[in-house]
């Protein structure tokens, strides 16, 4: 569902882009002042194609996963992005963490876990 959402963003950006002729007139101006410049204003797709395919991968799997497990849990263990966004933004953004983000990382581990290892004492118990 929220790949609709962002597709509808995507749509909305591009109809308010085209109907206000001022933006796209200050961005024919930027365009040409960068290529007097010298700097590049195009962009490969494949940097966008790239992290999209993972996306869509990463996706599928996750669907494929949520068929062994119920809804609820698979939603809490998907918190565990957060996780590593903020390792990810330690090592390659090179972003400093304040306390309270380390608070909530610490958090968010241990709720996890909970869950995790809740559909596991379940399923034990239930002799599947």
Request: charged residues 20%; proline residues 1%; neutral net charge.
């Amino acid at each position: 569902m929220s790949f609709f959402g962002e597709f509808i963003c995507l749509g909305m950006f591009f109809l308010q882009t085209r109907m206000n002729q001022k933006a796209l007139d200050a961005h024919a101006k930027r365009k040409e002042e960068a290529e007097e410049q010298g700097l590049a204003t195009e962009f490969s797709k494949l940097k966008v194609a790239v992290p999209a395919m993972c996306d869509f991968f990463s996706s599928t799997l996750q669907f494929a996963g949520l068929i062994l497990i119920s809804s609820s849990i698979y939603q809490m263990l998907k918190g565990g992005t957060i996780i590593l966004t903020a390792i990810f933004s330690v090592l390659f953004l090179k972003r400093k963490l304040k306390s309270y983000h380390y608070i909530g990382i610490i958090l968010t581990v241990m709720g996890v876990t909970i869950v995790g290892l809740s559909t596991f004492l379940i399923s034990g118990e239930d002799g599947d």
